[in-house]
């Protein structure tokens, strides 16, 4: 949605639609036009003041180069040290007349007030045709028809993320990570909760897991085992090709104790959301998800 934005806004045709043809186009296409310009960070959780500063602030001071605006993207914004905010402050409430500043985030109330009531919220909504994303995973990246279906539910209407799950080796490998421990939760004892609870702490701190996507991974299976429990209709669960694990699981867990899972979970995603230790708030889900 940005690159499309900054296409329309620097087209040489002039048109209310970019053309995607003029060199102006395939220079934003190919984000190397110097006015389109995309803040990076080193650390994966974390956009510093410093990054902040000279990435945008100051450099907002010079004028475009060829186009008519000169546009910044802060992609996963939220990201932002609450001194990188206060530093971008100034730039948001006062820009040059050539000056855009995009935001991009999947949690804008994690925003400081003062930078979101500086914005135009533009809320973008789900995709509705499942069956346009689900042509895009089979023919533009080769998924099998059944793991294309998977990442649909997964995905829920978001296009950018049913193709970084298509092509990135982490959503199987956290798939696989979270059945196992839905699995196994059981045998787990104090000392193994301790360091799993670690392990996942670090990756999410070094920003190869995404601790929301992983506990919205584990709401939808125990939500699976809670509803075929309840119908016992495998065509209404999402991980059809494990229905012999939910059966499983389903026997041996009373309703209530699958709901209190799937709450503990919420809570837990509420508590890290709100800058709570990371590793002591997954050992306490851990600890509950066993005694239930």
């Not at 499942?130 to 998977?150: H, S």
């Amino acid at each position: 949605m940005a690159q499309a934005f900054v296409q329309a806004l620097f087209c040489e045709k002039g048109t209310e639609e970019a053309c995607g043809e003029c060199p102006a186009c395939k220079k934003v296409e190919h984000k190397n036009h110097p006015d389109f310009i995309y803040v990076t960070h080193e650390k994966p959780n974390t956009i510093s003041v410093k990054e902040i500063r000279e990435q945008l602030v100051e450099d907002l001071e010079i004028r475009p180069y060829s186009a008519s605006h000169k546009v910044y993207v802060i992609d996963e914004a939220e990201k932002m040290s609450r001194e990188a905010q206060n530093a971008l402050l100034k730039s948001l409430e006062e820009p040059p007349e050539y000056g855009v500043i995009l935001l991009l985030t999947n949690n804008a109330s994690s925003l400081l007030s003062t930078i979101r009531s500086r914005c135009v919220t533009l809320n973008i909504r789900p995709v509705e045709e499942r069956e346009a994303v689900r042509k895009i995973l089979i023919k533009e990246y080769q998924m099998p028809e059944y793991e294309a279906e998977d990442i649909l539910n997964f995905a829920q209407g978001n296009v950018g993320k049913a193709i970084a799950l298509a092509t990135g080796e982490e959503y199987r490998q956290m798939m696989d990570d979270v059945l196992a421990l839905a699995g196994r939760i059981h045998d787990f004892d104090q000392a193994r909760i301790r360091e799993k609870a670690h392990d996942l702490a670090e990756a999410n701190r070094k920003g190869g897991l995404d601790l929301k996507e992983y506990f919205d991974l584990l709401v939808l299976w125990y939500r699976d085992v809670l509803l075929y429990k309840a119908t016992s209709n495998p065509e209404q669960i999402y991980f059809k090709n494990r229905i012999r694990e939910i059966k499983r699981q389903s026997a041996r867990g009373r309703y209530s104790d699958l709901k209190e899972v799937i709450d503990s979970i919420d809570r837990t995603g509420k508590l890290l959301r709100s800058n709570i230790d990371a590793e002591l708030s997954l050992t306490m889900l851990m600890q509950a998800m066993k005694e239930i």
